[in-house]
């Protein structure tokens, strides 16, 4: 459904909000919308074809059972006027029930006038909360997201060149980024370092032994570590590591509120009851 202001509504947008909210309305009551705007039209006793705004029929013990619901997009309230035109159309075609939606309201005389023939007056605005604001946020639900997630991590404690050993963790970790360190040999090759972290990573995920501290030993290669921040430049003597693999508890808990703006809001005059419409055409009750 296209949002905007009812000021910017016209009278056939009216009419068709309105045979929106009574068809979903009366859905689970297996009330149908035979038709509505100009070109529903029912035929009375008299001969004479009346236009009705949105019809409406709910079969009761198998016989069909029609309402007109006249829609009356005004910028005043409505008289008693429009409620006997209705009746009159109600007697003509036989209709049982009868409905007038205003976006202004009723005189008073109307409101009596409706009571006492049994016609439901309803009034269908666009939603004002008293403070001005066409709209407002409501939540329609909550939801909420578990994750329940064990990561089992290597975790490393040092590194061993011989000319160095590093156990600082943030330095750890960066070498584990391809271009923090690398390895240069006497001729001339490039060997990023975090090949060997790789390799020990997958060893203690191999070894599958949680908590057990252990260390690996590669073959050694000619050349320097080379630190490319800084250009610092290590003799490799050994290539060793310690580390081992721990559990990580990466459990989350999210919570999501499903959101939308009230639009419309619908009161129905003689039942008290009161129905919002939501941007995205969703319709409740308040309670």
Avoid at 32 to 41: A, E, F, I, L, N
Avoid at 49 to 73: N, R, S, Y
Avoid at 160 to 173: C, F, K, T, V, W
Avoid at 183 to 208: S, V, W
């Amino acid at each position: 459904m296209e949002n905007k202001s009812s000021s910017d509504l016209t009278w056939q947008e009216y009419e068709a909000i309105t045979k929106y909210i009574y068809e979903m309305l009366g859905a689970k009551y297996g009330i149908k919308v035979k038709g509505y705007g100009k070109d529903c039209k029912v035929v009375g006793k008299s001969t004479v074809k009346h236009q009705v705004d949105v019809l409406t029929e709910q079969l009761d013990q198998g016989k069909p059972v029609l309402c007109a619901i006249e829609c009356k997009f005004l910028k005043d309230k409505v008289t008693k006027d429009t409620v006997m035109k209705l009746h009159n159309i109600m007697i003509d075609c036989a209709i049982a029930s009868g409905i007038i939606v205003s976006k202004m309201g009723f005189t008073r005389d109307t409101v009596t006038y409706a009571e006492h023939l049994g016609i439901k007056l309803v009034e269908l605005r666009e939603f004002d909360d008293g403070t001005g604001k066409a709209v407002r946020d409501v939540t329609l639900a909550e939801l909420e997201i578990h994750n329940n997630i064990t990561v089992r991590r290597p975790n490393i404690l040092t590194i061993d060149l011989g000319s160095i050993q590093i156990s600082e963790e943030n330095r750890i970790m960066a070498m584990h980024f391809a271009d923090y360190a690398m390895i240069q040999t006497p001729e001339g090759r490039t060997i990023p370092f975090n090949k060997y972290l790789r390799a020990f990573c997958d060893e203690l995920h191999r070894n599958k032994t949680f908590l057990k501290t252990i260390t690996v030993d590669y073959p050694p290669v000619a050349g320097k570590l080379v630190r490319k921040y800084d250009d610092r430049q290590y003799d490799i003597e050994k290539i060793s590591f310690t580390g081992f693999l721990c559990e990580i508890d990466a459990s989350s808990k999210r919570s999501f509120q499903i959101m939308d703006q009230v639009w419309m809001i619908m009161k129905e005059i003689f039942e008290k009851r009161s129905y919002k419409l939501t941007k995205n055409g969703i319709i409740f009750r308040d309670l």
